[in-house]
């Protein structure tokens, strides 16, 4: 089965630099790979996904890049601010009609100093 | 939107006790929705895919029969936990995905959660 490895685990920052976090995936087929913002003791949100027919995509300060042949694709937040202190995971899918599971990296807990 | 509601948030149970979890689709219906379990400082493990009208898809390691998984409509899947024991206490989160949603379309949306504590 897929397996996701997630880096760092934790990463600390200062207000206004960038944070940058990095994914692997181990299943070639897979193409839909979502991020997902946890805030302590609530839901993951959906931050910003990316298809595999698609190499970059960006949202404001958002953006994740994609590499299929590498099999690796990263979350990188400029200007953070204090609100994007979080833990923040990857996933990596295969789509198809009838539905598919995600399967999620370990995890990266997010710490913007101000 | 696409709002996912669970119930309860937050449940206390005696050690041997069965607890029911459930998750519902506000505004749209689900033909899949999935069991997460997270425990604390750790990331979503995927514990069953449930679609309507059929049985539930297990993830290799998780008994069956201790987590009964219901997708009994397109708006309501309930996990229970059977005979709870302490090291079954854990966050467990929903989520479900769109009815008729484009194949290249995949979005999960999540449950609040469920902080189950087993005594």
């Known amino acids: 089965g897929e397996n996701v490895e997630q880096h760092p685990s934790t990463l600390s920052v200062q207000e206004g630099d960038s944070a940058v976090i990095k994914c692997t995936y181990s299943d070639s087929a897979s193409n839909y790979f979502p991020w997902y913002k946890q805030e ?14 698609v190499g970059e995509k960006k949202d404001q300060r958002i953006a994740v890049t994609l590499n299929k042949t590498a099999k690796h694709f990263s979350l990188h937040i400029t200007e953070t601010q204090p609100e994007d202190s979080a833990v923040y995971f990857c996933a990596a899918s295969i789509v198809k009609a009838a539905g598919n599971k995600l399967t999620f990296g ?9 | ?46 514990m069953a895919t449930s679609n309507e009208g059929s049985k539930a898809t297990y993830e290799q390691g998780v008994e ?6 219901n997708h009994a409509s397109l708006t309501l ?9 302490p090291e079954d206490s854990s966050f467990y989160i929903c989520s479900a995905r769109k009815r ?15 902080r189950l504590t087993v005594l």
């Open chain 1, 40 to 53: 302590l003791g609530k839901r993951p949100q959906l931050i910003i996904d990316i298809r595999s027919n």
């Open chain 1, 106 to 114: 370990g995890g990266t807990r997010v710490l913007v100093k101000p």
């Open chain 2, 1 to 46: 939107g696409a709002v996912v509601s669970q119930h309860p948030s937050r449940v206390i149970c005696k050690s041997g006790t069965s607890v029911k979890i459930e998750c519902r689709s506000l505004d749209f219906q689900a033909t899949t929705m999935f069991w997460y379990r997270q425990f604390p400082k750790q990331s979503l493990m995927l």
């Open chain 2, 64 to 69: 069956k029969d201790k987590f009964l998984i």
């Open chain 2, 77 to 85: 899947s309930t996990l229970t936990v059977t005979s709870a024991h």
């Open chain 2, 100 to 114: 008729g949603g484009s194949i290249s379309y995949n979005e999960q949306f999540f449950g609040p959660g469920t």
